[in-house]
Nanobody
Framework: QLVESGGGLVQAGGSLRLSCAAS????????MGWFRQAPGKEREFVAV????????YYADSVKGRFTISRDNAKNTVYLQMNSLKPEDTAVYYC????????????????WGQGTQVTVSS
């Protein structure tokens, strides 16, 4: 089970940190990703981190502004979002992949319920 938190309303240029807590004891075996879905749009990839935290990858739209990280001792993955823009408004989902990596939704077996991020202009 994955549970996201940390969403909210923020002004453009502001920051938020999302957290995703996993109840699964083998959390460290999974690659973890963040995706988002804006109203009327398809779910899109945001960032992914491998099991150790040593490898990360970002969508071009968030590169340089967002940082994904994980704490395997706490079974938690984070998404630090800086310099937020109105176009970042979406429901953000964390997901877990047993394949060890992924950038597509179908590569992730487990999903959280999502947390709303709204960026006002």
């Amino acid at each position: 089970q994955l549970v996201e938190s940390g969403g909210g309303l923020v002004q453009a240029g502001g920051s938020l940190r999302l957290s995703c807590a996993a109840s699964e004891g083998s959390f460290r075996r999974y690659a973890m990703g963040w995706f988002r879905q804006a109203p009327g749009k398809e779910r899109e990839f945001v960032a992914v981190i491998n099991w150790s935290g040593g490898i990360t990858y970002y969508a071009d739209s968030v590169k340089g502004r967002f940082t994904i990280s994980r704490d395997n001792a706490k079974n938690t993955v984070y998404l630090q979002m800086n310099s937020l823009k109105p176009e970042d408004t979406a429901v953000y989902y964390c997901a877990a992949s047993s394949t060890g990596w992924g950038r597509n939704s179908y590569e992730f077996e487990y999903w959280g319920q999502g947390t709303q991020v709204t960026v006002s202009s």
